[in-house]
């Protein structure tokens, strides 16, 4: 019978692969907040309107005078495909859960207008579940389920400083979780040429996530036909609390049960660079056209504390400088507001780079959108959203062809209170 040991090694190895835990802003999707801007790609920089403009660019806020509510709720479908040791394997979440909710609350002046407005919105998703099967002289089997994610509380101010020109802020106070669970199992029974009969291996780490920065923005108006929009958002240190757990249980051929279990906690900090983003509108009449580019440097990431892997901090800094590099993001939005009509027309495109320096097609995608708007009454209108990508994932020893495929389906309403 050859030794346990040796197989150790390859979970081990599997394993390994499969906790990182440290960069969360890398991990899953984002979202736009509210349904319109989902549907139109994002691309609202330079849009003002509704309360959801704090989420994009605190300064259009002032550039709508009413007091708004606006909620949304968001249906997500993951699906996620990858080989385990050459066979295919898949699996599929689903979940409904609160997009964003938000006000906006405008301030009587003598000249030229202020708002303040308050919100929350799920800005990432973590959620992804994977399975598989394989056996050669061994049986293996591997399940892994992740779910979690960013969320973001706001709470902004804007103001128009100038005929047309309008300025705000907002201080970000970011929170989250991230759930990972692997379980790995092995069994001989088929081939008796190990010495065990079967192997367990359940692993567990619960992250909670915390931080807080800013955002400053401008928006400009020239006349009634044109927008433009810019947003610096300051970097943001994340606070990572984590809690793991493992048991592994072996039963060897004579019957005996040999059971390991630990567990343990670890907290680390993680800096975030700042975030550039530029936007323009174009208003044809019925016709409205939006574009935005955002900038990005990831190879400007920084741990201040070791990291949950066993890196120091010296080393996981080498190897974000080494792997990362800058990447420029683009989205493009139109709506159509349908003559005689209630009913408004969306489409949006996004496409988000690799922050990877050697493989520019790890993690990036294209994300393609779509949605109508409805005003139900001159006070309250509805809006639906669809969107659709899908990326690569690195996977891991015995892993390989890593995809997934997510799709977001975003129902949100927005009432004018005054």
Not at 59 to 69: I, R, S, W
Not at 156 to 166: D, L
Not at 275 to 285: E, F, P, Q, Y
Request: with cysteine; aromatic share 10%; proline share 4%.
């Amino acid at each position: 019978m050859q030794n346990r040991i040796t197989v150790l090694l390859g979970v081990l190895l599997l394993t390994a692969s499969l906790s990182a835990q440290e960069l969360p802003l890398l991990w899953g999707q984002t979202w736009a907040p509210d349904a319109r801007g989902l549907a139109m790609g994002g691309a609202m920089t330079a849009v003002p309107g509704s309360p959801s403009a704090m989420f994009y660019n605190p300064a259009a806020l002032a550039a709508g005078k009413t007091l708004d509510f606006q909620g949304a709720l968001s249906h997500l479908a993951v699906d996620q495909a990858a080989d385990y040791w050459g066979a295919p394997g898949s699996e599929s979440l689903q979940s409904m859960k609160l997009g964003n909710m938000g006000l906006s609350v405008p301030i009587p002046t003598l000249r030229g207008s202020m708002v303040f407005g308050m919100g929350y919105y799920r800005c990432r998703d973590f959620d992804r579940s994977l399975s598989g099967i394989a056996g050669d002289t061994l049986d293996t089997q591997l399940y892994e389920q992740v779910d979690g994610g960013l969320s973001r509380f706001v709470l902004s101010g804007a103001m128009e400083v100038a005929p047309r020109t309008f300025v705000g802020a907002s201080i970000n106070f970011w929170g989250g979780k991230n759930n990972f669970m692997n379980r790995y199992s092995e069994s001989d029974e088929a081939y008796n040429v190990w010495n065990f009969s079967s192997f367990d291996s359940l692993t567990t780490i619960e992250t909670e996530y915390s931080g807080v920065n800013l955002t400053f923005s401008a928006f400009y108006q020239l006349e009634d036909k044109l927008n433009f929009g810019l947003i610096l958002e300051t970097p943001l240190t994340l606070t990572g609390s984590e809690v793991w757990a493992e048991q592994d249980d072996t039963i060897w051929d004579d019957g005996e049960l040999e059971a390991y279990g630990d567990e343990g906690s670890f907290k680390y900090k993680i800096k975030m660079p700042m975030k550039l983003r530029g936007g323009v509108a174009v208003n044809l009449g019925p016709l409205l056209l939006a574009a935005d580019i955002t900038l990005m440097d990831y190879s400007q990431i920084r741990f201040q504390t070791d990291t949950p892997d066993g890196y120091s901090e010296a080393e996981a800094n080498i190897n974000i400088r080494q792997f990362l590099t800058s990447a420029t993001d683009y989205s493009l939005g139109g709506e159509l507001t349908v003559p005689g009509t209630a009913l408004r027309l969306r489409g949006g495109y996004q496409k988000k780079a690799s922050p990877y320096k050697e493989d520019d097609a790890l993690l990036s995608r294209q994300v393609f959108s779509a949605g109508v708007g409805f005003m139900l009454t001159p006070s309250m209108s509805v809006d639906v959203a669809f969107a659709r990508t899908e990326w690569d994932l690195p996977g891991g020893q015995g892993v390989t062809a890593e995809r997934i495929e997510t799709q977001n389906l975003l129902f949100g309403v927005t009432y004018r209170l005054k």
